[in-house]
């Protein structure tokens, strides 16, 4: 990866390869770094504007692109959208539980939470626990993971989607790299990824405020080769301000998946369906 990049000082880098060796070239100056990032977001208000930097009203647009998304993916990838299906999520660097209370929750029968800032998963406990007591049975908040990305490897085969949204730019590119493939095998067969990220027009942007960096589309291709993974769909996402970072959706899978054929009868029916 030789794109240039900056820093939010507007310092430039030669390479991401340059800026890795500056940040996290050595064992303690990584810890360093994800202590860093941890502690940033200990210092923000458990709420949906703190874990959106302030822009918490972007949240119906997200939830929006993001159902759509998903849609699309559970209708094509899976038997009459998976409405047959024990559909399990794991939400990724979940904050306080925004993607699954709005989205997961309502698609998937079971819901885990990986997140390392405490009082952020304490928050989503706390109001999804509140949401399974109202709810039936049939779709739950079940496990509540204090750990950060590169820590964490999930129980084998759990997973029908593992949705990464807004926290990869804190790992590092072979933490990405190792992530993705440790969590390949938390994945059910026929199982997805979905990563939806900030996109810089060129190269990466170092946020040295909270130690993440914003990769830009062709910088995420090379990472998800390097991962071995297909990615099967893109989509943009609308309706933001302009002010902000552009924003896409990726769908990625282990092997080239098969489109499920519908028959004729099936149609109607071939839609994903919301549990209830
Ligand atoms: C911008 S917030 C997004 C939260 C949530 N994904 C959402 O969209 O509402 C970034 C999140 O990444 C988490 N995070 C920071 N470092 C992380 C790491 N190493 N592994 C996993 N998550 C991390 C933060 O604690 C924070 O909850």
């Not at 820093?7 to 064992?27: A, C, I, Q, V, Y």
């Amino acid at each position: 990866m030789e794109a240039a990049g900056t820093d939010s000082d507007g310092r430039e880098f030669k390479s991401p390869d340059e800026m890795w060796l500056e940040h996290t070239g050595d064992n303690n100056k990584k810890t360093q770094w994800y202590r860093d990032g941890v502690a940033y977001w200990e210092g923000v208000e458990a709420s949906v504007n703190g874990v959106l930097g302030g822009y918490g009203h972007v949240n119906d647009a997200d939830v929006k692109g993001s159902e759509g998304f998903l849609q699309t993916l559970l209708a094509e990838l899976f038997v009459d959208g998976g409405i047959d299906r024990h559909l399990v999520a794991l939400d990724c660097g979940s904050g306080i539980g925004r993607i699954t209370k709005n989205l997961l929750i309502r698609y998937f029968n079971e819901v885990d939470l990986l997140e390392p800032v405490s009082h952020f998963l304490d928050a989503a406990r706390e109001s999804l626990l509140q949401e399974n007591h109202m709810a039936s049975d049939k779709h739950k908040a079940t496990n509540f993971y204090c750990v950060p990305l590169q820590e964490f490897t999930p129980d084998v085969g759990r997973y029908d989607v593992i949705w990464v949204q807004w926290c990869i730019g804190h790992l590092t590119d072979d933490d990405f790299v190792s992530f993705f493939n440790r969590a390949k095998i938390g994945l059910k067969p026929g199982g997805f990824f979905v990563l939806k990220e900030n996109l810089a027009r060129s190269g990466f942007v170092l946020d040295k405020e909270d130690r993440s960096i914003t990769r830009s589309d062709s910088y995420f291709k090379g990472l998800f080769s390097r991962c071995g993974l297909h990615l099967y769909n893109s989509r943009e996402q609308k309706g933001l301000p302009k002010e902000l970072f552009a924003v896409k959706m990726y769908a990625l899978t282990t092997d080239i998946p098969k489109k499920v054929t519908k028959t004729r009868s099936k149609v109607k029916a071939n839609r994903p369906g919301i549990i209830k």
